[in-house]
């Protein structure tokens, strides 16, 4: 399976960006798909996954909005804060429990 993410870039604080990711290869084993952020010194954190259910991280349960619509998975984002500039990365796996398959980062930047 092979991942790729598109849709970063530079937004003002308060406004919003839509992230996709687009799957491609063994489609067929993927059962939930995800998006992962690192921002810079920091580790990579959870943000949100999709598969039976819809799962967020706190800090953007109340902004951010997951779907998916058969391969590709989407993020919008809205009210984006500072603190919210990061690399996004997508991921999809096999079962719940896990991720296997990692697409590269878009980077989204948040100017205050």
């Known amino acids: 399976v092979q991942l790729q993410a598109s849709g970063g870039g530079l937004v003002q604080a308060g406004g919003s960006l839509r992230l996709s990711c687009a799957a491609s290869g063994r489609t067929d084993s993927i059962y939930h798909m995800g998006w992962f952020r690192q921002a810079p010194g920091k580790a990579r954190e959870f943000v949100s996954r999709?598969?039976?259910t819809k799962v967020y991280a706190d800090s953007v349960r109340d902004r951010f909005r997951i779907s998916r619509d058969k391969n590709t998975v989407y993020l919008q984002m809205n009210s984006l804060k500072s603190d919210d500039t990061a690399v996004y990365s997508c991921?999809?796996?096999?079962?719940?429990?896990?991720?296997?398959?990692w697409g590269q980062g878009t980077l989204v930047t948040v100017s205050s």
């Open positions: 991921a999809a796996g096999k079962t719940p429990a896990r991720f296997d398959y």
């Open positions: 999709i598969g039976g």
